[in-house]
């Protein structure tokens, strides 16, 4: 059963912090990180879901067709812009794909299908551009360079977050009465892949399992379920966890982040493990400033707020833990395994 939610994150008080958010929101509809600075369509994707969750469905539609509008003829997007122009031309297969999870997630808020016919043609032509990077073995490459060409490695974090946007394109095909056999059956591929050879994965520096991510994503992003995915997390607690603080980012860095911290709620909430899961969400209260906005992190051992920046993302991703344990709320319906996933 879930618990019943912490009063420093229901809806009333996390109503600030999905105000923080959209106040940075441009006029085109794109979502920076911080005022004036950098959008990547991952990060913006979760900030259209937080402002969602904060019934503000007319500013994250209007996110969304934002990367609509933005597209490029290939079905990609590029890895981040600002004011309005490219900034990294590369492209990452993870954050392509995301637009899926988005919009799947729109809808479960809404519940429009006429959104979802309308994201339909975004949606699939950049599921199709991804799965143009698998390599040998259903794996998913990392990007492609500003030339076009594929660097040949695979991420952990990256696979799990495309594994779930292909899962959220079909649910989206399912809806509209489309037929996509090929991306189910390299769903499937991809699953087993990060299930079974671990040594076609490798971290950004190749210094392998020492980044939070790489540990609880597969079973954030349900790669891995049941006590697969419950022994993956508990497996990995002593390592990353810091009692009463949060999760660190990596073991390299001594460094508690919000963002990490609130995933890591997610995924624990995602294989029934709530309690647990609303203990790690209470801790992320330390990081917050009297804005409603969170603060990226804290560094040890002096438990120092660092840097001084409140990405709108980070932010994002406390909003998304905390409706984690709402029940039948749209992340709980994108997500979580113990119950209904349609509206």
């Not at 954030?220 to 660190?248: E, H, P, T, Y």
């Not at 993302?313 to 709320?329: E, F, G, K, N, Y």
Request: aromatic fraction near 12%; proline fraction near 6%; hydrophobic fraction near 40%.
């Amino acid at each position: 059963m879930k618990p019943k939610l912490y009063d420093n994150f229901s809806k009333k008080y996390l109503d600030p912090t999905v105000a923080s958010i959209v106040a940075i929101q441009q006029a085109d509809g794109s979502i920076p990180w911080l005022q004036g600075g950098t959008t990547d369509p991952w990060t913006h994707v979760e900030n259209a879901m937080a402002i969602d969750i904060g019934n503000c469905h007319a500013e994250a539609e209007r996110a969304y067709d934002w990367l609509a509008a933005i597209q490029l003829e290939d079905g990609s997007w590029y890895a981040s812009y600002k004011d309005g122009q490219p900034l990294d031309t590369s492209k990452l297969s993870h954050v392509i794909s995301y637009i899926a999870v988005g919009v799947w997630h729109h809808y479960l808020t809404t519940g429009d299908p006429s959104f979802l016919k309308k994201m339909w043609p975004t949606v699939r032509s950049a599921i199709d551009f991804v799965l143009n990077m698998r390599g040998p073995n259903g794996e998913i490459y990392w990007a492609r360079d500003s030339a076009g060409i594929i660097y040949p490695t695979a991420l952990i974090s990256s696979c799990s977050s495309t594994y779930l946007s292909i899962k959220s394109a079909l649910s989206i095909a399912s809806v509209l009465g489309e037929e996509r056999n090929y991306w189910k059956e390299a769903n499937a591929t991809l699953a087993k892949a990060l299930q079974k050879m671990p040594y076609l994965f490798d971290s950004p520096q190749e210094n392998k399992n020492t980044f939070a991510m790489d540990w609880y994503y597969p079973a954030m992003c349900c790669v891995i379920n049941g006590n697969d995915a419950r022994q993956r997390l508990f497996s990995g607690w002593d390592k990353f966890v810091i009692d009463g603080l949060g999760s660190l980012c990596s073991l390299e860095q001594k460094w508690v982040t919000a963002a990490e911290t609130s995933e890591l709620a997610i995924a624990l909430a995602v294989h029934g493990e709530y309690k647990h899961s609303a203990t790690v969400l209470s801790w992320i209260h330390q990081m917050r400033d009297d804005d409603g906005a969170y603060w990226y992190g804290m560094a040890l051992p002096k438990k120092e707020i660092w840097p001084e920046e409140k990405p709108t993302w980070t932010s994002a991703a406390v909003v998304l833990a905390a409706d984690m344990l709402r029940p039948m709320s749209p992340t709980s319906l994108l997500l979580d395994h113990h119950g209904p996933v349609t509206p």
